[in-house]
């Protein structure tokens, strides 16, 4: 599977963004997709899952209520939504896949495939 993400960019605090994860390879249904984030000096960190179904959703604390992920299967994409926007929230945002993955993983070493990573930067 190869994971091409994008939609990041320069948005002002409380604005919206939505990032795309296209995903290439017959894998994708039976796969978990998850998005994670990584801030300069900052460990990578868990943003939010989505089951291969998309039955199933789970989300870091801090952005609860304000991001939304979910997944088209017939396009192979994944998407993240993000509304509400902090500062707070500027990273490299990277989306990821779990192979025949049923649940919604949150940590890294749970993922197989990395796509390679949008910037998105939030502006007081």
């Known amino acids: 599977v190869q994971l091409q993400a994008s939609g990041g960019g320069l948005v002002q605090a409380g604005g919206s963004l939505r990032l795309s994860c296209a995903a290439s390879g017959r894998t994708f249904s039976t796969s978990a997709m998850g998005w994670f984030r990584q801030a300069p000096g900052k460990e990578r960190e868990f943003v939010a899952a989505?089951?291969?179904?998309?039955?199933?959703?789970y989300y870091a604390d801090s952005v609860k209520g304000r991001f939304t992920i979910s997944r088209d299967n017939a396009k192979n994409t994944s998407y993240l939504q993000m509304n509400g926007l902090k500062p707070e929230d500027t990273a490299v945002y990277y989306c990821?896949?779990?192979?025949?993955?049923?649940?919604?993983?949150?940590?890294?070493?749970?993922?197989?495939?990395w796509g390679q990573g949008t910037q998105v930067t939030v502006s007081s």
């Open positions: 989505i089951s291969w179904s998309g039955g199933s959703t």
């Open positions: 990821a896949a779990a192979a025949r993955n049923l649940g919604t993983p949150r940590r890294v070493q749970a993922y197989d495939y």
